[in-house]
């Protein structure tokens, strides 16, 4: 069984085509990637993985052959620049400290071009998993609060919760109360 990283062949090649049928059809990668994924028995991110390293093997024949007349290519990884990877992080940080999303902030910091949206959004995602610490920094510097982490806030989820059904419990039983006072106030009498 001939493979190419990790696909046969056939496998290879009728991803290649499914890709490529569906991008003629108007469909986008990303649909393609999860529809093939689902069907095929395999993570979307996988597939579009596989998809993307397969198209980089431009030495091998066998590659070649199964792309032959099909106008599939990847575009060039633009990695941000330090300065460019501060100034995204300043940006979003400024957003959300008005209260947005992060992705209500990318949105509006990439002023809706869909390609900037995605490698800001996934940038940000990068960075807060992998150098929580600059994103700490870059906040301390722009005077914004500290972006919390997932147990923070699922902390602070929990509490809330925990509150609301003292709350509520407390209402019910001051309510019982209540109608106690009021019973006897009316001498027991109902």
Do not use: C, W
């Amino acid at each position: 069984m001939n493979k190419i990283n990790g696909y046969t062949e056939e496998e290879a090649a009728g991803l290649i085509e499914y890709i490529y049928t569906g991008r003629n059809a108007g469909k986008t990668l990303s649909y393609l990637f999860e529809t093939y994924g689902k069907a095929h028995n395999r993570a979307k991110g996988s597939v579009r993985n596989y998809y993307y390293s397969f198209l980089k093997r431009t030495g091998d024949e066998r590659v070649q052959k199964i792309l032959e007349g099909k106008d599939l290519k990847a575009g060039a990884i633009v990695p941000f620049t330090e300065e460019e990877t501060d100034e995204m992080l300043k940006k979003v940080l400024h957003e959300k400290s008005k209260g947005m999303s992060v992705r209500r902030a990318i949105r509006n910091i990439s002023q809706g071009d869909e390609k900037l949206m995605l490698r800001m959004q996934n940038k940000y995602r990068n960075l807060l998993k992998k150098q929580p610490e600059r994103v700490r920094a870059a906040a301390v510097e722009a005077g914004v609060p500290e972006e919390k982490s997932f147990l923070q806030r699922k902390l602070e989820r929990e509490i809330d919760a925990l509150y609301e059904r003292i709350a509520s419990d407390l209402k019910e039983e001051n309510r019982r109360l209540r109608a106690e006072l009021e019973k006897l106030r009316s001498g027991g009498k109902e």
